[in-house]
């Protein structure tokens, strides 16, 4: 019997990214309330947050300085536009705030409300600069294929998802895509360095296939996150600067998950030594606790832009937002205060990272990998032959399902299950994760009845 409560949103919600029919059938489980990085639902079930929502909130639940922030910016200023001429204090300190801690031939902000805004921001604006430069030919983004950058027209042509391709005619024109460097999916048949530049040459024949005159800027993610948590072999990314510098092409990173301290650094380019034209950012910018996102842009880019731009048509209602802009510069004061990205970096992602390591003995596992605060775990029927658990990659459900039961949240992407938890978890938590996690492992094997014993 679902509550009222369920009934209702049955009847009235149409729900994101849900199979609505089946979702009205089961109802929605409602989350109540949340503390640190567990949260509660109705039922008074408790859940370990191995996602950190969709990967975002980075200081935990419960932060009252940031709801303090927020009431007291709501009551001095709850809103304005940057359209006017005009600006609010934290939108602009958050610009500033955000120009220090990026490398330092960035120094501009454009804010808009989500991760998928600032890709579309990104679009429009590569294809401006271009413009601006007098080579109006160079219009094509090249991606790659399952990747993630965002659910509207732009962002969804942008991500390499075929099942998002598929309804609404997607991608649009202009936008191609070239091989990821997923070595446990497609690569088993080489060495992980060789893989990794045969990944990466795939964006140099690209290159050389359109034509350089009419490329505008290869966009990629640091580690896939949402298609499955896909940490490119060492190789991968020494290969494409050696691409990047030999053509005239911009560079998008989409740092969306990988930004403010995820990586164990304040920005995955630091982490792993890139030097990107632009970065699109969101999520762990305000840890969730208010939609913000935006583009930091180089110098190289925003130079042509003033100088030469004259006005740039774009922008949102709610770019900049002066309630979520306190909330972010607030949850960057807390990231640099408790020097929770330093403690990510030399405590706790080592740790989580030693312990993750444990999944891969299990039966089911295929291979555990991760870095900083994300991971992953591919679920396999045959450790030998990394056969997974049903040809349609099903078992995923099946193990989260399981994991759902034991009060954790682990995310499945096909077989691959994943987790991006909050940065502050505590070493005892991440003990409990990864038990919670072998139970889930030994639960799925028991359902598919393969022996964990031996
Ligand atoms: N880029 C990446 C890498 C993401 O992971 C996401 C969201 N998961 C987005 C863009 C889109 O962000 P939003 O959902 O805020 O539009």
Redesign the pocket.
């Known amino acids: 019997m679902q509550s009222e409560l369920q009934q209702l949103n049955n009847a009235h919600h149409l729900q994101p990214f849900s199979d609505n029919k089946a979702l009205a059938k089961s109802g929605p489980r409602i989350i109540e309330r949340a503390q640190g990085v567990y949260f509660y639902d109705s039922n008074g079930n408790k859940f370990l947050d191995g996602m950190a929502g969709?990967?975002c909130v980075n200081l935990g639940y419960g932060r009252k300085e940031l709801a303090d922030v927020a009431h007291q910016q709501m009551n001095q200023l709850p809103y304005y536009n940057l359209f006017f001429q005009t600006t609010t204090t934290p939108t602009t300190k958050l610009a500033s705030k955000i120009a220090e801690l990026a490398p330092a031939h960035m120094n501009r902000v454009f804010f808009t409300g989500?991760?998928?805004?600032a890709?579309d921001t990104n679009f429009r604006m590569v294809r401006r600069y271009w413009d601006l430069k007098g080579q109006p030919n160079k219009k094509t983004f090249i991606s790659r294929a399952n990747a993630?950058?965002?659910?509207t027209v732009a962002?969804a042509s942008l991500g390499g998802m075929d099942y998002m391709h598929k309804q609404g005619d997607l991608p649009i024109p202009g936008i191609v895509h070239v091989d990821q460097p997923y070595w446990f999916g497609e690569g088993q048949d080489m060495s992980e360095d060789d893989f990794g530049i045969k990944a990466a040459q795939s964006l140099e024949q690209k290159i050389l296939e359109i034509g350089e005159e009419n490329v505008a800027a290869f966009i990629a993610?640091p580690f896939q996150?949402?298609g499955g948590v896909i940490i490119p072999p060492k190789t991968y990314w020494t290969e494409i600067k050696r691409i990047l510098a030999k053509y005239d092409i911009l560079f998008i990173l989409?740092e969306?998950?990988a930004g403010f301290g995820r990586t164990g650094e304040w920005f995955a380019c630091q982490y792993f030594d890139l030097k990107p034209d632009l970065i699109?950012i969101?999520?762990g910018m305000s840890s969730g606790y208010q939609p913000i996102?935006g583009v930091i842009v180089s110098d190289k880019v925003a130079d042509v832009l003033i100088e030469e731009g004259g006005d740039f048509n774009h922008g949102f209602t709610y770019s900049g937002h002066p309630v979520a802009a306190a909330v972010a510069l607030k949850n960057i004061e807390i990231l640099e205060q408790e020097r929770i990205v330093e403690r990510v970096k030399n405590e706790i992602s080592p740790y989580l990272q030693k312990r993750w390591q444990e999944l891969a003995d299990h039966p089911l596992v295929g291979e555990a990998r991760g870095l900083g605060m994300v991971a992953a775990i591919e679920l396999v029927k045959d450790k030998s032959t990394n056969e997974r658990l049903e040809a349609d990659c099903k078992g995923g459900g099946i193990c989260r399902d399981f994991a759902v039961a034991n009060g954790l949240v682990m995310r499945p992407c096909g077989d691959t299950m994943i987790i991006s938890p909050p940065l502050v978890i505590t070493k005892d938590e991440i003990d409990e994760l990864i038990s919670k996690a072998k139970k889930t492992l030994d639960d799925t094997a028991n359902f598919y009845g393969i022996s964990t014993t031996d």
């Open positions: 969709l990967w989500s991760g998928s805004e890709n993630y950058h965002g659910s962002g993610e996150g949402a989409d969306v998950i699109t969101a999520k996102g």
